[in-house]
């Protein structure tokens, strides 16, 4: 069954397509910031971090951009496969707190 | 495969019980952190423990406590229970205390409160 919310904003693209989803981040002294993958019915899944010393980093078909003078980050996807299909969350850390705080989530649907 | 365990995957339960979900975190990881997800809340941090100690709250009820044990493995526990507590509830673990490595999350529990 579902494990998020239904009203989750969702981005639709074709398999072989790159996809871009977006995350905006509150708070300016986070130092740390990681995107998850969460499949239905499973727990997020690590998929790439980034720290805020970085404006770029680079893992297996994805690629994690980090803005900081507009608290903005975003995750590629480089040719979408169906495996992509989940909801996909960036969780940043103020460096202070211990703790990730997620955003709400994108859903990314991969059409064949 | 995280290599973080949570049981049970499933809990049915009536209003004002009590339960505990029980968590084993990856090995060689000190730190166990308890997050809550609803479908209008999102993921929700409620407490993480480091080595056995409380390192960080969040937004924890009352009638909720946690504990890490001397082989790490964690419990949550959930009393009083109401029907707006049922959720999915995530545990997470870490090599270290703070902020410098990422989270490795078990499949979670699914409470569901009747």
């Known amino acids: 069954g579902e494990s998020v919310g239904l009203h989750l904003p969702t981005l639709s693209v074709q398999e072989g397509d790159n996809s871009i989803i977006n995350c905006a981040y509150s708070?300016?002294?986070?130092?740390?910031f990681i995107w998850y993958k969460q499949e239905s019915g499973k727990g997020p899944q690590f998929i790439i971090d980034?720290?805020?010393?970085?404006d770029k980093r680079q893992g297996q078909r994805v690629t994690v951009l980090l803005n900081k003078t507009v608290k903005h980050l975003s995750l590629q996807i480089a040719a979408t496969q169906p495996g992509d299909s989940a909801v996909y969350f960036c969780?940043?850390?103020?460096?202070?707190?211990?703790?990730?705080?997620f955003g709400t989530g994108t859903r990314l649907q991969v059409t064949l | 495969d995280s290599g973080v365990t949570q049981t049970p995957k499933h809990l049915i339960t009536a209003t004002g019980q009590r339960v505990t979900l029980r968590c084993s975190p990856r090995?060689?990881?000190?730190?166990v952190y308890w997050y809550q997800q609803s479908l209008d809340q999102g993921l929700q941090f409620l407490i993480q423990?480091?080595?056995?100690?409380?390192?960080a709250k969040g937004n924890i009820l009352e009638r909720f406590s946690a504990q890490q044990f001397p082989d790490l493995h964690s419990e949550l526990n959930l009393s009083s229970l109401e029907l707006g507590d049922s959720a999915l509830y995530f545990c997470?673990?870490?090599?270290?205390?703070?902020?410098?490595?990422?989270?490795?999350f078990g499949n979670g529990t699914r409470l569901t409160v009747t």
């Open positions: 997470a673990s870490s090599l270290d205390r703070g902020s410098n490595s990422p989270l490795h």
């Open positions: 708070n300016s002294a986070s130092d740390y």
């Open positions: 980034i720290r805020s010393n970085m």
């Open positions: 969780a940043e850390n103020t460096g202070t707190a211990s703790k990730l705080t």
């Open positions: 090995s060689g990881d000190l730190s």
């Open positions: 423990y480091y080595n056995g100690e409380e390192r």
